[in-house]
């Protein structure tokens, strides 16, 4: 008996929490246009995945700028080797034992030329009657200097790979911008969808009442026989109509829910996927507040992040001509070498080691000193002038493209803006439209309950009201939308939301 008093205090306990986990889930989610912009910048994919690309092109900068990080290579090698000897004059066998060990510093100018220090040290001990010192210790200092005069001399020819890259970071940064406004763009459209399909819904609702109370009216007419039997088929008929148009609008709404909750990458299943978003703002109506069309055009040409990622383009590719051309000229290099040397080592008349060998080498006593040019062109030089024909094609390519794509941008602009002063006659119209139709709805009812009208011109005002209705609210949304689309092609989005995107340059 205990057990079973125990088990149901289970069961309560457990439907109690599922009852209250219903309840939780069945609860709105109110969402204000400012709440959707901010999850979709947290937690959007495809603006996550973008954001890759610009730490991806930064790390490219660093590769390109370690080509004139110094090189340090040390060496050091152990050698053993026994010969036989056909001179009667030597011995028949020697062995040698070689101890080597080498240091250099290596590192590229910005001029394009390079230097190089190195130090090379060795120990030899051999067998041999022949060598007077023995072991042998030996130590060469060197600087060697080249740089070139003509072909691939100048800070900025050299240092092309480094601007390159940095521009292709910002290309990266106007490409992630682009993506940002695209992705808000399409989050603020899907949010006034779902705003016109709920204000929708109310209006079928509305009109699916008014064909109800049509409906019982015509009923009892028919019942005291002042109206046909035919009357009440057709306000049944027309009932039937109006609720598979709101079933249509409920499925409406589901999918615009669904699209929100997508863009701003809601799981289905959490606890905020499972309710129902209730959006809160609702559009606004200010005509005369948009920039006029010159000021748009002028904005639009400045801040277009992909107009301003291909003029970074251009930027490369003129880059790449100015390499191109200095490849055209010969190769005229100034090269220069000085170096210090020792030597000591173990005989009959004297002993020293490696550290003596050092000390002769910088008592600057043994040295050796080079100077000269090294001057080179192929002649014809076909590869070099094929190369910077093609490098000027694709700077008059990407030319025609930008200018094209300004083109693009002007039409786009002109046709944003002209869709706003559209809309808001459509509101216009639509408001005096709807206002007419209902006066309309009213005459024809008072016509009704004198006899002088039907069910069906009645059941058709109702009609022509929810369309009007309707009508009103889509031309309101179509304005904020319009007024969202001149925002995108203007890149004022960001600006329109007070979104501030940092970059690697500004930071």
Not at 238 to 261: C, F, G, P, T
């Given at each position: 008996?205990?057990?079973?008093?125990?088990?149901?205090?289970?069961?309560?306990?457990?439907?109690?929490?599922?009852?209250?986990?219903?309840?939780?889930?069945?609860?709105?989610?109110?969402?204000?246009?400012?709440?959707?912009?901010?999850?979709?910048?947290?937690?959007?994919?495809?603006?996550?995945?973008?954001?890759?690309?610009?730490?991806?092109?930064?790390?490219?900068?660093?590769?390109?700028?370690?080509?004139?990080?110094?090189?340090?290579?040390?060496?050091?090698?152990?050698?053993?080797?026994?010969?036989?000897?056909?001179?009667?004059?030597?011995?028949?066998?020697?062995?040698?034992?070689?101890?080597?060990?080498?240091?250099?510093?290596?590192?590229?100018?910005?001029?394009?030329?390079?230097?190089?220090?190195?130090?090379?040290?060795?120990?030899?001990?051999?067998?041999?009657?022949?060598?007077?010192?023995?072991?042998?210790?030996?130590?060469?200092?060197?600087?060697?200097?080249?740089?070139?005069?003509?072909?691939?001399?100048?800070?900025?020819?050299?240092?092309?790979?480094?601007?390159?890259?940095?521009?292709?970071?910002?290309?990266?940064?106007?490409?992630?911008?682009?993506?940002?406004?695209?992705?808000?763009?399409?989050?603020?459209?899907?949010?006034?969808?779902?705003?016109?399909?709920?204000?929708?819904?109310?209006?079928?609702?509305?009109?699916?009442?008014?064909?109800?109370?049509?409906?019982?009216?015509?009923?009892?007419?028919?019942?005291?026989?002042?109206?046909?039997?035919?009357?009440?088929?057709?306000?049944?008929?027309?009932?039937?109509?109006?609720?598979?148009?709101?079933?249509?609008?409920?499925?409406?709404?589901?999918?615009?829910?669904?699209?929100?909750?997508?863009?701003?990458?809601?799981?289905?299943?959490?606890?905020?996927?499972?309710?129902?978003?209730?959006?809160?703002?609702?559009?606004?109506?200010?005509?005369?507040?948009?920039?006029?069309?010159?000021?748009?055009?002028?904005?639009?040409?400045?801040?277009?992040?992909?107009?301003?990622?291909?003029?970074?383009?251009?930027?490369?590719?003129?880059?790449?001509?100015?390499?191109?051309?200095?490849?055209?000229?010969?190769?005229?290099?100034?090269?220069?070498?000085?170096?210090?040397?020792?030597?000591?080592?173990?005989?009959?008349?004297?002993?020293?080691?490696?550290?003596?060998?050092?000390?002769?080498?910088?008592?600057?006593?043994?040295?050796?000193?080079?100077?000269?040019?090294?001057?080179?062109?192929?002649?014809?030089?076909?590869?070099?002038?094929?190369?910077?024909?093609?490098?000027?094609?694709e700077v008059a390519q990407l030319l025609l493209d930008i200018k094209d794509l300004e083109k693009k941008i002007v039409v786009e602009v002109r046709e944003a803006h002209?869709?706003?002063?559209?809309?808001?006659?459509?509101?216009?119209?639509?408001?005096?439209?709807?206002?007419?139709?209902?006066?309309?709805?009213?005459?024809?009812?008072?016509?009704?309950?004198?006899?002088?009208?039907?069910?069906?011109?009645?059941?058709?005002?109702?009609?022509?009201?929810?369309?009007?209705?309707?009508?009103?609210?889509?031309?309101?949304?179509?304005?904020?939308?319009?007024?969202?689309?001149?925002?995108?092609?203007?890149?004022?989005?960001?600006?329109?939301?007070d979104i501030k995107l940092i970059s690697k340059e500004n930071s």
């Amino acid at each position: 008996m205990k057990n079973t008093l125990l088990f149901l205090q289970f069961l309560i306990y457990f439907f109690s929490l599922l009852s209250n986990s219903v309840a939780g889930a069945s609860e709105p989610l109110p969402l204000t246009l400012k709440d959707t912009v901010e999850r979709v910048l947290k937690n959007n994919i495809s603006i996550s995945v973008q954001g890759y690309n610009s730490q991806i092109s930064e790390q490219s900068i660093f590769e390109k700028e370690a080509d004139f990080d110094p090189t340090v290579d040390f060496e050091f090698t152990v050698k053993e080797e026994t010969r036989q000897r056909a001179s009667t004059l030597a011995d028949a066998k020697t062995r040698n034992q070689d101890y080597d060990w080498d240091f250099s510093v290596t590192q590229k100018f910005i001029t394009g030329g390079d230097f190089e220090l190195s130090v090379d040290s060795n120990r030899n001990q051999t067998s041999s009657s022949f060598t007077s010192l023995n072991p042998l210790y030996s130590s060469d200092l060197a600087l060697t200097v080249t740089q070139p005069l003509l072909k691939d001399f100048g800070i900025d020819l050299n240092k092309r790979e480094i601007y390159i890259a940095k521009n292709d970071q910002k290309i990266s940064d106007h490409q992630f911008t682009e993506k940002v406004i695209n992705t808000l763009t399409d989050a603020e459209n899907i949010y006034w969808d779902l705003v016109f399909s709920i204000e929708d819904l109310k209006v079928k609702e509305t009109s699916l009442q008014r064909a109800r109370d049509l409906e019982k009216r015509v009923k009892a007419q028919v019942e005291v026989g002042t109206l046909a039997e035919l009357e009440i088929l057709q306000a049944k008929s027309e009932v039937a109509s109006r609720d598979e148009q709101l079933l249509n609008a409920q499925n409406l709404i589901e999918d615009n829910e669904d699209s929100l909750k997508n863009i701003i990458n809601m799981s289905f299943d959490s606890e905020d996927g499972l309710k129902n978003i209730t959006p809160v703002d609702s559009p606004s109506f200010e005509p005369g507040k948009e920039n006029s069309l010159d000021e748009a055009l002028k904005t639009a040409l400045t801040q277009r992040p992909d107009l301003l990622a291909k003029k970074k383009e251009l930027e490369n590719r003129n880059i790449e001509t100015k390499y191109n051309e200095n490849q055209m000229l010969p190769t005229l290099d100034l090269v220069g070498s000085l170096g210090i040397n020792g030597l000591s080592g173990d005989s009959t008349t004297k002993s020293g080691a490696y550290d003596k060998a050092l000390s002769e080498a910088f008592s600057t006593e043994f040295r050796l000193w080079q100077f000269g040019i090294n001057l080179s062109y192929p002649i014809g030089n076909r590869a070099a002038k094929s190369r910077l024909a093609a490098k000027r094609l694709e700077v008059a390519q990407l030319l025609l493209d930008i200018k094209d794509l300004e083109k693009k941008i002007v039409v786009e602009v002109r046709e944003a803006h002209r869709q706003i002063e559209t809309d808001i006659k459509r509101v216009h119209s639509t408001r005096v439209a709807r206002k007419l139709a209902e006066e309309k709805l009213n005459a024809e009812e008072k016509k009704f309950e004198v006899g002088l009208s039907t069910s069906f011109n009645v059941l058709e005002f109702q009609e022509d009201l929810a369309a009007e209705q309707s009508n009103e609210i889509k031309a309101l949304i179509d304005y904020n939308k319009s007024r969202n689309r001149l925002n995108q092609v203007i890149s004022r989005t960001l600006e329109a939301h007070d979104i501030k995107l940092i970059s690697k340059e500004n930071s």
